[in-house]
C-alpha cells in the first residue's frame, strides 16, 4: 500500500542550525502538508503545497520556514535557524485531490 | 472561528466492551470529517473520511457518524481489542482547504485485558 514516507525519524540540533526535514509523498498525490505535534498538543497546520508554491500557511510558519519540492518526489521543510520551542513532531501529508489526508510516521526534532 | 473538541480525554475498558468516541466542531458548515489513530511517538493512521452529504462510514469494527447540524460526531468502536489502544483523533477542514486540518486533543483510549 502506498504510504508517505519521512526521514530522518529523529533529529537532535543545536539551537540556531539550520534543519531539512525530507518526505516523499505518494507517488499520484498533487497537495502536500507539513503539521507538527508539540508534545501533549494538538496537530497544528503549518503550510500546504501545490503545484510548486505555497497554497496556505499558517501562522506559525514564519521566515524562519520554508518548504521545497527540489524533484519530483521529495517535498522538504527547511528551519533556517531552529528555537527551543521548534521540538516537536513533524508531520507529512498528501491527499490526491480530495478526500483523506495521509500522514507520513513523523519526525522528531528536539532542538537543545 | 472553527473549534474541535473531543470527550472524554481519556478512557479505559475492559476488553469486549463496545464504547463511543466523542467529537464536536462549532462551524457546521464543513466539507467532511476525518477520523485519524495515533500510537505513541508515532504518525497519524487515517481511519474513516465521512463526507458532509453522509450519515454515515463503517470499516471493519468501526463505525463512525456525523451530525451537521448538531455539529457532533461519533466513532464507535465495537467489541474493542487491547491492539484497539491509541489516541483517536478527529479533524475537519478549516473553511474550504481540503487538506488543511483542525484537529482536536484526541481521546486516548486503553483497553484491558
Known amino acids: 500500500e502506498p504510504e508517505v514516507t519521512q526521514t530522518p525519524s529523529h533529529q537532535v540540533t543545536q539551537m540556531g542550525q539550520e534543519v531539512i526535514l525530507r518526505c516523499v509523498p505518494i507517488s499520484n498525490h498533487l497537495y502536500f502538508y507539513w503539521y507538527r505535534q508539540i508534545l501533549g498538543q494538538k496537530v497544528e497546520f503549518l503550510v500546504s503545497?501545490?503545484?510548486?508554491?505555497?497554497?496556505?500557511k499558517s501562522e506559525i510558519f514564519d521566515d524562519q520556514f520554508s518548504v521545497e519540492r527540489p524533484d519530483g518526489s521529495n517535498f522538504t521543510l527547511k528551519i533556517r535557524s531552529t528555537k527551543l520551542e521548534d521540538s516537536a513532531m513533524y508531520f507529512c501529508?498528501?491527499?490526491?485531490?480530495?478526500?483523506?489526508?495521509?500522514f507520513g510516521e513523523g519526525s522528531r526534532l528536539t532542538v537543545l | 472561528k472553527q473549534e474541535v473538541t473531543q470527550i472524554p480525554a481519556a478512557l479505559s475498558v475492559p476488553e469486549g466492551e463496545n464504547l463511543v468516541l466523542n467529537c464536536s466542531f462549532t462551524?457546521?458548515?464543513?466539507?467532511?470529517l476525518q477520523w485519524f489513530r495515533q500510537d505513541p511517538g508515532k504518525g497519524l493512521t487515517s481511519l474513516l473520511l465521512?463526507?458532509?452529504?453522509?450519515r454515515e462510514q463503517t470499516s471493519g469494527r468501526l463505525n463512525a457518524s456525523l451530525d451537521k447540524s448538531s455539529g457532533r460526531s461519533t466513532l464507535y468502536i465495537a467489541a474493542s481489542q487491547p491492539g484497539d489502544s491509541a489516541t483517536y483523533l478527529c479533524a475537519v477542514p478549516r473553511g474550504g482547504s481540503q487538506g488543511n486540518l483542525i484537529f482536536g486533543k484526541g481521546t486516548k483510549l486503553s483497553v484491558k485485558p
Open positions: 465521512i463526507q458532509s452529504s453522509q
Open positions: 462551524d457546521s458548515a464543513i466539507y467532511n
Open positions: 503545497f501545490y503545484n510548486n508554491e505555497i497554497s496556505e
Open positions: 501529508a498528501s491527499i490526491l485531490e480530495a478526500g483523506e489526508l495521509f
